[in-house]
């Protein structure tokens, strides 16, 4: 009976080829037979389907004849009858076109300890984050802040190689010095060596003769790290700052990340909009008329700014480069939309100027 192998993975005739992919890798997961509840025959179904589809030339083929077309390609030749993985022969497909060996890796690696090659990545400490509010000020010119924060580190005394200081340290002889015990284990797809990290070393191949008493021969204890933050110039409200390798440590390993929000306070004056620092100002109707000289108090200290006479309502004027900074040498403006305060009441005298002023036609 002709196989529709579309069907069995879970995709349209059109799927594209990470599709295809992502459909086998759920399905080999969920079917994979040393899984509880796997399924054998569906596994090697599912598997047969994705050596067709995931090969440009075979899937063409089997798009035109089926799985039981011509040079008997539901028969072996064509489409590779053993779509499982008894007696199945990797080496034709590495290199291939279309077939990735580390769709059969990530599968087994859950399975085996670290993938058919027996792969281990390094240890990497836990990434932390923390946060700190910084005034507006702050925000624009930037900032250098200290912040106390208790992680797992690595120990002061020992440098993080666990012995007592001055004391030898000696090869691991559970696992050779080599931080790694490989094991044989056989199952429904043979035999197969996988790798773990030695117990008695955890990985780093040595002993220490003496542990350090500060850490107990671990390289790595919970404690207080002061941490100087540098804070850029014209950071935004909300965004992160990543220091490389000062999250948690780990012995034997790689030290995390460490995560700073930036709280941006608000500013009384100020809002910022790009590399520009927007204001309101309001101005009498008669500084409007007439013109005026304001002293505004900027981010760099006092200025003296001119409104002009006949200025409109929600007219913009602008004092350039007196905004954000934007690298060594640039920065934005502040933006002045005047406000135009209407007076509540007019006095005797004041409406008998304006009335001058409507016999002007002003």
């Known amino acids: 009976m002709a196989k529709d ?13 990470d599709e295809i992919k992502k459909a086998f890798h759920k399905l080999a997961h969920k079917y994979h037979p ?10 090697k179904e599912v598997n047969q389907a994705y050596q067709t589809l995931s090969d440009d030339t075979k899937r063409a083929q089997y798009d035109q004849f089926g799985s039981e077309g011509p040079a008997g390609f539901g028969g072996g030749a064509g489409y590779g009858q053993q779509g499982g ?4 022969d990797f080496s034709g497909f590495q290199g291939q076109q ?3 060996m ?5 599968i087994f690696g859950e399975f085996f300890g670290g993938g058919m090659g027996g792969r281990q990545q390094q240890a990497r400490g836990r990434d932390i984050s923390t946060e700190i509010d910084i005034t507006f000020e702050e925000s624009i010119f930037g900032v250098k802040r200290n912040v106390l924060i208790t992680k797992q ?12 200081p001055g004391t030898k340290i000696n090869t691991c002889k559970t696992c050779n010095g080599q931080g790694k015990i490989r094991e044989m284990k056989r199952s429904i797809l043979g035999t197969f060596q996988s790798v773990k990290e030695c117990d008695h070393c955890h990985g780093k191949g040595k002993i220490p003769e003496e542990k350090c008493h500060e850490c107990k021969g671990h390289g790595v204890y919970r404690k207080q790290e002061d941490i100087n933050i540098a804070v850029p110039a014209g950071i935004n409200n909300g965004e992160m700052i990543r220091m490389m390798s000062k999250g948690e440590a780990v012995s034997n390993g790689s030290t995390g990340d460490l995560y700073i929000k930036i ?32 002293n505004l108090k900027t981010l760099d200290g006092d200025l003296e700014v001119t409104i002009p006479e006949g200025v409109n309502h929600n007219e913009l004027l602008r004092v350039r480069g007196k905004g954000v900074p934007q690298g060594s040498s640039r920065r934005g403006d502040i ?5 135009i305060k209407m007076p509540n009441k007019l006095s005797k005298k004041a409406k008998e100027a304006i009335e001058k002023l409507k016999e002007e036609g002003i």
């Open 153 to 164: 580190s690595k120990c002061d005394i020992c440098k993080g190689d666990g012995a007592k």
């Open 5 to 17: 192998y579309y069907e069995t993975l879970g995709v349209n005739k059109g799927a594209t080829k």
């Open 98 to 100: 279309g077939f990735d």
């Open 335 to 339: 933006i002045i939309r005047i406000q």
């Open 102 to 106: 580390g769709d059969l890796g990530d």
């Open 34 to 43: 040393d899984k509880n509840k796997g399924d054998d025959s569906k596994f």
């Open 263 to 294: 709280n941006v306070k608000s500013h009384p004056l100020f809002k910022r909009d790009g590399a520009n620092l927007n204001m309101d100002l309001q101005v009498k109707l008669s500084d409007a008329l007439l013109g005026m000289k304001y």
């Open 85 to 88: 993985f008894g007696g199945f």
